[in-house]
DNA sequence: CGAACGTTTGATCTGTCTCAAAGGTGGTGG
DNA sequence: CCACCACCTTTGAGACAGATCAAACGTTCG
């Protein structure tokens, strides 16, 4: 097994896979091993090209990557992003083909996952998986057919810290966002000059800042009620 | 077996699964004996709601159905289409809960689908259609984010076109679309008084019809290339 | 015939985009 | 250490796509 010295990230990104299926002993030395051997990709580097075959799984263990969709005339719409802890590749049938483009955001490192043999618990913790990245596909649908610039914010920033507190990267409301605010507009269907004047407005109603890469959400639940927001649930145990 | 007479829908469904992943023998005689018990649906009532446990896999045979996401306040976002052939509750883990309502759009006929095996053909139809609805999900997002009202009208109906043309219910661009401007406003994020005005503006154009339920893509290539759409793929072999 | 429902039309309002330029800020090289 | 450059954010003014509100017009159906 691996010595004392996990690779950075590491920890972040399995407490979010063990929080997903209760994880034998086996599963986790299988983990453990995979985590051996990790990569990295820096900033604006292609981790999966649309059309092409995927590799295999993969895991995030630190920085942030996003799903993104580029209209020939330039347009682009980032489908989603994929977050420390968060899977890469996560398909059931043979011989996939990527449906979109994967960048990376910010310098990240992952690697490789195992195959899980049918009811093996890694298996589940992957459906598991791969049924909260469908859960946040709809939630980037409802944001971006039926709410304002403010309430796409809101509703993203608090999936965010959601999902970034899983694997305790977001606490008390605040968590790190690398990003420029023109790539969260891709995100939110919005211009960067509105989206800066959209994150003026938050800060002038005292709902929530975003400044040198941190972002305050001042009220969670207040927040929860103004966006209606549900809480994403993907089973029941 | 059954006998000679398959229930309402039934060969267009068949078809549809039959050409998402080769079917042994075996695989087709556990479809045929599914599709002997067959329920119906009248519009307006739901099929899945959001929250509760998924039932089982569910085969559509006839009619429309669509994912619906509600907003506290009223507003309504159609998250996508489920249409002849295609799955309803298609997870992979164990206890889903339905992350959307779907509610059936006119009059539904389906039927249980039966468990499938890992490597059982069938399993792999199950994920190829699983991975297809990402796919959908994929192009409802960069519609809503980043095309215009003209062009996510065309986007929709020329995915719709190509989803029918599956299972034989669409040819020469044209198609049935039994459904109200209102609804389809709500899978555009538009309102159903722009999304009028939008289907005059297509027919002033040239571009497309829909009139009476019935929809013609006037030049399906020209079209495809207006929107900068891509054909869906999901799997190569 | 009237009621319910869906579509169309008109007038007006507003949220977001567009284009353009001005400020920061951080990094790099001289 | 400063000057410069690239990149990001902010500000302003104006244009436009799409929303809103209201009413008229067809259908279909009891």
Redesign the interface.
């Known amino acids: 097994m691996t010595g004392a010295s996990l690779p950075r990230g590491a920890p972040a990104a399995l407490q979010r896979i063990a929080a997903l ?1 209760p994880l034998d002993e086996s599963a986790l030395q299988a983990l453990h091993k995979a985590i051996d051997d990790t990569s990295q990709l820096p900033a604006r580097r292609e981790l999966v090209s649309e ?1 092409r ?1 995927i590799g295999g799984r993969r895991l995030i263990l630190s920085g942030w990557a996003a ?1 993104v ?1 580029l ?3 330039g ?3 980032l ?1 989603s992003f994929v977050l420390p802890g968060e899977l890469l590749g996560n ?7 990527a ?2 483009n994967v960048i990376a955001l910010t310098n990240v490192t992952y690697c490789a996952l195992p195959e899980a043999a ?1 009811s093996q618990p890694l298996r ?1 913790a992957y ?2 998986s ?2 909260m990245e ?2 946040h ?2 939630a ?3 944001r ?4 304002t610039a403010l309430e796409r914010t809101a509703d993203l920033l608090l999936e965010l810290y959601e999902r970034l507190a899983l694997c305790g990267l977001a606490e008390g409301g605040r968590f790190a966002l690398p990003l420029t605010q023109e790539i969260m507009a891709d995100a ?2 919005l211009t960067s000059v509105h989206l800066s004047r959209t994150l003026q407005l938050a800060r002038r109603n005292g709902d929530f800042e975003w400044r040198e890469g941190q972002v305050v959400l001042h009220d969670l639940e207040a927040l929860t009620q103004m966006v ?1 927001r ?1 809480p994403v ?5």
């Not at 971006?144 to 709410?147: D, E, K, P, T, V």
């Not at 649930?233 to 145990?237: F, G, P, Y």
């Open positions: 299926a059309g075959e799903r969709r209209i020939p005339d347009r682009r719409q489908i398909c059931g049938h043979a011989r996939p083909v449906l979109s049918p589940e459906e598991v791969r049924a469908e859960a596909l709809l980037q649908i409802t971006l057919g039926r709410l939110l269907g209606g549900v649930q993907v089973s029941c145990h």
